[in-house]
């Protein structure tokens, strides 16, 4: 299984990327798909993430509004787009699946934990300037 991110770059503050994420040696399309970020010192966090059918969608509130996540299953590719983007977001990002799936409890969607995700990418770099 490969995990091929791309798109990352340098960006003005309240630009715009969008960041790709090829899948291939995977079975099936049956994977929930996360991105996640971490720069030099901090953990790594979630940033969102989609589920199989795209039924379910998770933000991290410090993005809320500003990133949207997708996927295409026919071309076996997730998508980050991220606009406005602020210093803060300056970081190394990854993708990367996993076969649980997001459950609904409390009225909520709970999508997997980080150490749930099986397979990474290699992560692309994006920085505002």
């Known amino acids: 299984v490969q995990l091929v991110e791309s798109g990352g770059g340098t960006v003005q503050a309240g630009g715009s990327v969008r960041l790709s994420c090829g899948v291939s040696?995977?079975?099936?399309?049956?994977?929930?798909i996360g991105w996640f970020r971490q720069t030099p010192g901090r953990e790594r966090e979630a940033v969102a993430a989609?589920?199989?059918?795209?039924?379910?969608?998770y933000y991290a509130d410090s993005v809320k509004g500003r990133f949207t996540i997708s996927r295409d299953n026919a071309k076996n590719t997730a998508y980050l787009q991220m606009d406005s983007l602020q210093p803060e977001d300056t970081a190394m990002y990854y993708c990367?699946?996993?076969?649980?799936?997001?459950?609904?409890?409390?009225?909520?969607?709970?999508?997997?934990?980080?150490?749930?995700?099986?397979?990474w990418g290699q992560g692309t770099q994006v920085t505002l300037s």
């Open positions: 990367a699946i996993t076969r649980s799936a997001p459950a609904v409890y409390g009225g909520s969607w709970h999508f997997p934990e980080q150490r749930e995700y099986n397979y």
């Open positions: 040696g995977y079975s099936s399309q049956d994977y929930c």
């Open positions: 989609i589920d199989t059918d795209d039924r379910a969608t």
